[in-house]
C-alpha cells in the first residue's frame, strides 16, 4: 500500500483544522443566537414584570393617594384623618399613617407609637420626606426601619392646594407584605433569577430591596432601571445561565460530530473519486507493457482531434509482432513479461518528439500516434528503426528464433478524417498480410 506523501499529510491537516475552525465557528455563533434569543425572552418578562410593579407601588398597594386627595379638599380635616388612619391601621399590613404640613409632622398614627413625632420637622426624619417636598412627586422607599423597629416600605403622596405643595400623605406597609404583593415568586417559577435595588437617596449606595436565594452576580443579567423617583433596577436571568452547561456540551458535541462528519464525507469522496482514476487509468493503460490499451488510445487520440480548431496533423504508425502468441506459450510466461515491459522503453529509444503509443491487442500489435507530420524518408527510417527494435530474438529447443516485426503507417487527416478508423485499417491489412504458413515454419 502506497503510503500519503508529506503535501498530501499536510494538505488534509489543513483542511481538517479549516473543518474544525469553521465548526467551532458555526457552534460559537448558534450559541450566541441562542444568548441573544434567551436575553431577548428575559427582556420582554423584564419590562412587563417592571409596569407591573409599578402600577402596584403606585396604586394597588398604597392608599396614600387617597388619603392626599382628601386632605387637598379639607386640609384641616383632621377628624376624618384619625377615623381614616384608624380603618387603615385596622388592617395587618398597615404599620404607620401620618400627615405632613409644610415642613412640620402634624399627625402620627398609631399615636401610643409615633405621637412623639408630631410637631417635629420633616428634616429629622428620613430624607424620603424632603424628597417628596422637593420633587412633588410620589416617593417610595423600602425596606426601612420605624422608629418602632418594625420594617417596612413608605408610601409618601404630596398634597398640593391652589397649585402649590401643601403638606405630604405618608402611609407605611410591612415589608414582607409589600413584597409578597410584588409578586417575585413568579420570577423564580419562570426560572429567573432576580435583584431589586434602589440608590440609596441620602448617601448614594446600593440598597438591595429584593433578591432571589442563594448568592448571584447579576452583573450580566438582563436589566430595566425606573425612577419612584430614587432610581430603581430590576435586574434577572436565568436559573441555569444565559445558555445552560447541558445545552453548550450538546452543541459542542453537534459540531465536533459534525466536524467528524464533514472529514469523514470529504475523504470518503476524494478516495472514490482516486478509485474511479485508478480505475479509469487501469481501463486506458496495459498492465503488461504500460502503454495505452486501444479503448485509451481511441480516447486519446479524439482529445487530439478536439484540442484546436482544424485537424491536429498525426503520423501513426502499426506494428505487429508475427507468430507471437506460439512464441510466447512455447518460452513461458517469464519471458513473455519480459519481453512486454521493454516494448515501451525500445519505442522511446527510437521515436523523437511528442508521441503516445498503444497495445492495440493481445497478439503484439502495437500502435503510435506521433504528433507531427512526418516526412516519407524519415517515416521509412522510423518503421525499420522500430521493427529492429521490437524484433523478439528467443532461443527454443536449442535453435535461434526471430519473431519478425512487420509495420505500417499513414497520416492524418490527409489519409482519412478518422483517426481510429485509420489505425482499424492498418491493423486489418496487416492481419491480412501475415506470412502464409508462417505459424508452422518458424524463421532461423
Known sequence: MRRPSARTVLAFAAFSLAVCVAA??????????????????????????????????????SEAGG???????????????AEASGELLARDEVAYVAYVQGETMRAAYPEDAFGDMVGRNISEFSYLYTLAKVTDDFVVEGPTELSNGERVFLFVQPIDVDGAYYGEAVMALKADYVIEQLDFASLEEAGYRYELWAVSPQDGSKDVIAASEGG????????MSFNMPTLWTLSIMPTDGWVPSNWTVALAAAFTVLSLLTIGIVVAVLRLRRMRRQLDEERRLDPETGLLTYGGFVEQLGKEASRRKGPQPLTLVCLMVDDFERTA????????????QEVGDEIAHVVEGDYFAARVSGAG????????RVEKRALGDLMRGLELALLWKARIDGKKVFCRVRSAAVRYPEDGDDP?????????????????????????
Open 24 to 61: 467551532a465557528s458555526l457552534g460559537m455563533f448558534v450559541h450566541g443566537e441562542i444568548h441573544n434569543f434567551r436575553r431577548a425572552e428575559a427582556a420582554n418578562v423584564l419590562s412587563f414584570y417592571q409596569q407591573t410593579m409599578t402600577l402596584k407601588l403606585r396604586g394597588d398597594l
Open 67 to 81: 388619603l392626599a386627595v382628601k386632605l387637598e379638599a379639607d386640609p384641616d380635616d383632621e377628624a376624618w384623618l
Open 216 to 223: 448571584c452576580d447579576f452583573s450580566n443579567a438582563a436589566k
Open 329 to 340: 506459450l512455447s518460452l513461458g510466461w517469464d519471458a513473455r513479461r519480459s519481453y512486454l
Open 365 to 372: 500489435c502495437f500502435v503510435i500516434a506521433l504528433r507531427e
Open 420 to 444: 481510429a478508423a485509420l489505425v482499424e485499417r492498418m491493423v486489418s491489412l496487416l492481419e491480412r498480410d501475415r506470412p502464409e504458413g508462417f505459424g508452422r515454419r518458424r524463421r532461423s
